[in-house]
Structure formats: structure tokens, C-alpha cells
């Protein structure tokens, strides 16, 4: 994340025995959208990053919608899956922590993995692309205008499940290492007596 909390990249970070099973589904769901992607296999081999690049820095937070609509429409269209296998999007938050480097996660291509066919981009059978660099630059970019559009459908219809806005008082947390990797953390009780009863309204 660049320090006007915005970002280059969104990576939808998959892991687990289901990951290629996972993986498929989103590819599927991205396909339908339109969205281009890449498809890396993580340095441990046992998990996969699904790259959209855009043409320009966006803000995080609609990179994160944009993430939050593809999972949520992989989920509809595939309830049987339950994506086990889904970690988290990069970037992890909306916000850039005052004093914090944003999120760290491993660039693809590096040379140890890929001497055992890992951290190397995939093509549809899940094999490495036979030209690696000339795949990467064959992707194409997301324009900002795309994404806006893409999310503000998704917003309208409701398909914008889990986007999590930071809390404010995360600034200001003096041992942010100590949270877990949702970011959440235990919430206090609420005090005084709560109604008996709620009413919901439903729109649509």
C-alpha cells in the first residue's frame, strides 16, 4: 500500500489442499465479470495468488470491494465450495496504519521456489506459463473507471459481502504485531439493558 492508501495490485490469497478446486471458481467468477488475472502458485506450493493489476494506484478500499465482489459472487454461484481455502485480500486493510509498511506478501517469480516449479505464474491446466516475464506483461491493467463501474453494480445489487472499514482506534494500537491476521480483535461487552425485541426492515 503507497502512502496515499492506495495500491498497484489486488491479490486474493488462497491456501490449502482445496486451492486449485478454489481457485478455479474464482477464475470462472472473474471471467464472467471480465476481469483479467494471473494466476501464481505460492512459494510453498501448496496454495495459489490471483493478481489484477490496475493502470494506476487505486484507493485500497475499492480494491478490497473489487476483491469482496469476486468472492462473493464465487460463493453464490458455487455454494458447495465454501472457498476453505480463502486467507485474505491484499491489500489486508483500507487504511494505512500511522508508522506501518502496509501488508507484506511474497512477489511471485523468485528463484528458489520456482527451481521446484513454485512462486511461477500458471496457464488454464494449472502448469507454469511456458514465458514467464512475457505472460506478466501480456496482462492487461485495470482502468480505475472499470473498477469504479464494476463495484458500483456490485454495491447496488448488494454484492459487496465482508469489506471490513478499519476501526479508528487502530492508529493509535501500540502492539499492532500482536493482532490476529483478521486485523479483529476480542469486542468488550456492550453495557446497559437491550431491547427485548428488534424490527427489521428489508430492501431490496
Not at 95 to 107: M, S, V
Request: net charge negative; proline share 8%.
Amino acid at each position: 500500500m503507497l502512502l496515499d492508501e492506495s495500491c498497484w495490485f489486488l491479490a486474493i490469497d488462497l491456501d490449502k489442499e482445496d486451492w486449485r478446486q478454489d481457485t478455479q471458481a474464482v477464475l470462472e467468477t472473474c471471467g464472467k465479470i471480465g476481469l483479467p488475472i494471473a494466476v501464481e502458485r505460492s512459494r510453498s506450493g501448496n496454495g495459489a495468488h490471483i493478481w489484477m493489476f490496475f493502470e494506476e494506484p487505486i484507493p485500497a478500499r475499492l480494491a478490497r470491494n473489487l476483491g469482496s465482489h469476486v468472492l462473493t459472487e464465487t460463493m453464490e454461484s458455487r455454494p458447495d465450495l465454501g472457498l476453505r481455502s480463502y486467507d485474505r485480500l491484499f491489500p489486508n486493510q483500507d487504511t494505512l496504519p500511522k508508522g506501518g509498511f502496509g501488508n507484506l506478501i511474497a512477489l511471485p517469480l523468485q528463484q528458489g521456489p520456482r527451481k521446484c516449479g513454485n512462486s511461477m505464474f500458471l496457464n488454464a491446466a494449472f502448469e507454469p506459463q511456458t514465458d514467464q516475464w512475457a505472460f506478466l506483461a501480456s496482462v492487461p491493467r485495470l482502468a480505475r473507471g472499470t473498477v469504479e463501474g464494476i463495484v458500483r453494480e456490485a454495491e447496488r445489487k448488494g454484492a459487496v459481502i465482508g469489506v471490513r472499514v478499519a476501526e479508528a482506534d487502530e492508529e493509535e494500537d501500540p502492539t499492532p504485531w500482536t493482532a490476529p491476521p483478521s486485523r479483529r480483535r476480542v469486542s468488550t461487552a456492550i453495557p446497559g439493558p437491550l431491547p427485548e425485541t428488534l424490527e427489521l426492515v428489508l430492501g431490496h
